[in-house]
């Protein structure tokens, strides 16, 4: 039972900023073992924000609700994820060699790039969930589920890039394709119960984001890094609440 509280408490300190106390999960080994925690992670912050965004439904217009529930679900991370899509875009979209691309990545300053893909993903998710009503509670406990699901499916589709390591490199120390398809099947079953065919298309779309997506990587870089891995995070996220507002206008 320690053992496992260690490890979902590891996956907790990396992928929040929810303090807790003494050093549960600071260890190598459950660190390393934390990866299958990664979507009850995403289920507790679902969780959380659920409450949340229902009271300010009931206080605020809709625009203002989804700038502050995207607040919200940006926070839970302290901006991590959101980070890691800004240094992904200022590498990958600098038309340098590999080499280049990851030291351009490391580099903490954002550049042109980053602030675009920073702006263009906060309106299209406050966008997308301003234009919800009845799905918004829904969609927003099922965004960061997403999230973290992609996670584990682009660790499950590339290997680390960096020879010289990094902040993901204790967690793909014992990377496993079984951890990213029970977490897949995990997801589709909330989805599922949450919202019916909607969920399953949200799930595929989730999936085929984070295809295309590593696919992109491969190419650029030849694998995966932290920053890509947040990347996918917070594309996913986007991804789950655009599907619904297809939905709603009847595209498909």
């Known amino acids: ?21 003494g050093s549960l999960g600071t ?4 660190l390393t073992g934390a990866t299958p925690f990664f979507p ?19 206080l605020l217009p809709p625009l203002v609700t989804a700038v502050l529930a995207t607040f919200f679900l940006l926070a839970f ?38 602030v675009i893909a920073i702006v263009l993903l906060l309106l299209l998710k406050i966008s997308c969930l301003a234009s919800l009503d009845s799905n918004l509670l829904p969609v927003v406990f099922l965004m960061p589920l997403a999230g973290r699901t992609a996670i584990l499916l682009m660790m499950g589709l590339l290997p680390y890039a960096r020879p ?9 120390s014992r990377r496993s394709r ?6 897949l099947v ?4 909330v989805a599922w119960l949450l919202t019916g065919v909607q969920g399953w298309l949200a799930v595929l779309a989730v999936v085929l984001l984070v295809a295309l997506f590593s696919w992109f990587c491969q190419r650029k870089i030849g694998g995966a890094t932290g920053d890509t891995l947040g990347g996918a995070c917070e594309l996913a996220e986007a991804a789950v609440a655009l599907v619904f507002v297809i939905r709603i206008g009847g595209w498909l």
């Open 77 to 114: 991370s302290g901006g991590l994820h959101l980070d890691g899509l800004a240094d992904t875009a200022d590498g990958f979209f600098s038309s340098r060699p590999k080499e280049k691309i990851l030291e351009i990545m490391r580099d903490s300053a954002t550049g042109v790039m980053g």
């Open 178 to 183: 079984l951890v990213a398809l029970s977490s």
């Open 40 to 58: 009850l992670v995403g289920l507790l912050l679902g969780c959380i924000a659920v409450p949340l965004v229902w009271l300010l439904q009931l």
């Open 1 to 21: 039972m320690i053992s496992l509280l260690g490890r979902f408490a590891a996956a907790l300190r990396f992928l929040t900023i929810i303090p807790l106390p």
């Open 186 to 189: 995990f997801f589709s079953a």
């Open 164 to 172: 010289q390591g990094g902040l993901a490199t204790l967690f793909y």
């Open 27 to 30: 260890t190598e080994d459950e």
